[in-house]
């Protein structure tokens, strides 16, 4: 699913006592693009992007703001139809 990024940006920015060695899985933005493996920089910036987070939930800018996918999608291989699969 390369539309989805295994990311620690999020948990960073808002300095969480998440462990570091656990990533989030969200859907790729503009957000994730710039700033995944960016560490070092994330917590210097950390203010600025939360700012960034607040007024991308404000406005609702899908550019920004976590779009949480759950780690097990990245185990996804295929996507069938509902009624394909509940025969």
Do not use: C
Not at 36 to 60: K, P, S
Not at 64 to 87: D, F, M
Request: glycine share 6%; hydrophobic share 45%; aromatic share 4%.
């Amino acid at each position: 699913m390369d539309r989805t990024v295994l990311t620690k940006v999020y948990d960073l920015r808002a300095a969480s006592a998440f462990p570091l060695d656990v990533g989030d899985r969200v859907l790729s933005n503009e957000f994730t693009k710039q700033w995944h493996e960016r560490d070092a920089e994330v917590a210097r910036n950390r203010a600025d992007l939360q700012q960034q987070i607040a007024a991308g939930t404000e406005a609702r800018g899908m550019s920004v703001v976590p779009v949480r996918a759950g780690n097990a999608v990245g185990l996804l291989s295929s996507i069938e139809p509902t009624g394909a699969i509940l025969r």
